[in-house]
């Protein structure tokens, strides 16, 4: 891997205090500055060891930078993407860790500087936890991540937005920022709602006679709620869609139940079991790996 | 705390195989007797340490016990319990692990030596794990155990009771085997459902883009597809009425971002994140053992 200059991350949050941390730990820069509004809460991402540098301002910050990535919240980052391809060079890569894609990609590609740096990135690890104090420099270890080029990304940007993403520890994924909102809706969107309504339909005063299954279900409601608004309303459609598959097995298991069908309930959920034990054995198995290769719709 | 004598284990996987790893670890008792139908599972559960002596015959294993707790499948407890009854003495206290409540204790009424023996426990612990193999003598610490005596429970079964599984290290909380249905269906036994909804939602070849949010909120779809299915047939009209409450938080969700209500949206997630960020500090906060006696019908 080549030594990455300077690069600038835009919001020093989890995602890019973890960012930070990694291409620190891994010697893979040789200055990070790291850009926000607040003053504070850059000095601390500094004393935590995840930038090198602050800048409050973003033209400042990234005028000599070789890679600008932007890691704010999905409703700024299409507007922190083009303010970054304004005042940066124009050998610079433009990435960004936002977990909706097409809303971000449209928005950059109207932009006629931004559309000759820019590649779409979507690193999918993250946690219930918010800001710089929980970031950690194996964030991203083996974990995917989904980069978005379309026909006018120069190919040249895709091959550093590779070698950027994997060197933070991503495997790469490639697909279309369509393709991308429609997976995701089902593989974290989705699961964010069930968390969410799950919590919602459990009293307060029964919270002592819940276990694991309650425990982990309900984790991540206790993320962000403007976070997951924004993203929410990003790929609305989508997750409709997804709510409508999903509302079609809880369906289809209420029939079963209400009818009594205890061998028709022990096949629907033996149907399924067996993919979920799967993910018991380890994240990076080579079954994961080879499905991970056939989402690729490029490589 | 008083020691027992004899205490027999009807069905000693991973609930009956941690009773008797807690009864051990802690010298609560003389001896610890493993009963079941396979040998080879008895002698290994031995081998772990979970038992002290192995029995196949249910009149034979109970026949000396202070103490019999039944914790097989519930579809089997009541016939077991009723087993039991009827050959151990009858100064035994008789109990069970069981993840319902209702028809287990009816039927254990109607049987005239069990109802003066009996009093219905459900420790509220466990994995999506199966076998003694995972079980683990600190498996109910501070965990709650509910018990549902009715006005026919002899009072002093139910001090004895309280004194066994408070022995094991749970906290005993006590409601009606109705209560106990209806909240268990909330926090148990719908979490549960959620979570197989979502694995089947979920094509496999996606699994590669899922995150901490799927994980978590599928891990209990592991869990055994014969158990589940007796629990929630079971419990099946609680259930179709948690269902319905857990329904109408997804309908309201769905409304609000049909209509792109990005407040509402935002304000239907606050409501709930603080009590499931209550639950992050501990699972034994002052806060959730107050909420715990106030569900307590008597104490």
């Not at 060891?49 to 973003?58: C, F, H, S």
């Not at 990535?69 to 990435?95: E, I, K, Q």
């Not at 993320?223 to 509302?247: E, K, M, P, V």
Request: with cysteine; net charge negative.
């Amino acid at each position: 891997v080549e030594r990455l200059g300077t690069v600038a991350i835009i919001g020093v949050g989890l995602i890019g205090g973890s960012i930070g941390r990694a291409l620190r730990a891994r010697g893979l820069a040789e200055r990070v500055i790291g850009i926000g509004r607040d003053q504070a809460r850059l000095d601390k991402a500094k004393h935590l060891g995840a930038i090198d540098i602050t800048a409050t301002d973003v033209a400042q910050g990234v005028k000599s930078a070789d890679v600008a990535v932007v890691c704010t919240p999905v409703s700024r980052v299409a507007a922190d993407l083009c303010a970054a391809a304004l005042a940066g060079p124009s050998a610079m890569l433009l990435t960004d860790a936002g977990s909706t894609k097409q809303t971000i990609v449209d928005a950059v590609e109207r932009d006629e500087r931004g559309r000759t740096m820019y590649v779409g990135a979507h690193p999918i690890a993250g946690s219930e936890r918010q800001g710089a104090a929980h970031a950690r420099d194996d964030l991203f270890d083996g974990r995917a991540c989904v980069l978005t080029p379309t026909q006018n990304t120069p190919p040249d940007r895709v091959g550093r937005a590779r070698g950027f993403w994997s060197g933070l520890g991503c495997r790469i994924v490639e697909a279309s920022p369509e393709e991308h909102d429609k997976a995701l809706a089902l593989t974290s969107h989705l699961p964010h709602v069930v968390a969410a309504a799950l919590t919602a339909t459990v009293p307060a005063e029964m919270l002592p006679l819940t276990a694991g299954a309650y425990r982990d279900g309900t984790r991540v409601a206790s993320s962000d709620a403007g976070l997951w608004t924004a993203i929410f309303l990003q790929n609305r459609d989508a997750l409709l869609h997804a709510l409508d598959t999903y509302q079609t097995q809880i369906n289809d298991f209420r029939l079963l139940l209400t009818t009594r069908d205890a061998d028709a309930l022990r096949e629907w959920w033996e149907s399924f079991k067996a993919r979920r034990d799967l993910l018991r054995e380890s994240d990076s198995s080579p079954i994961a790996q080879n499905t991970a290769n056939d989402l690729e719709s490029e490589t």
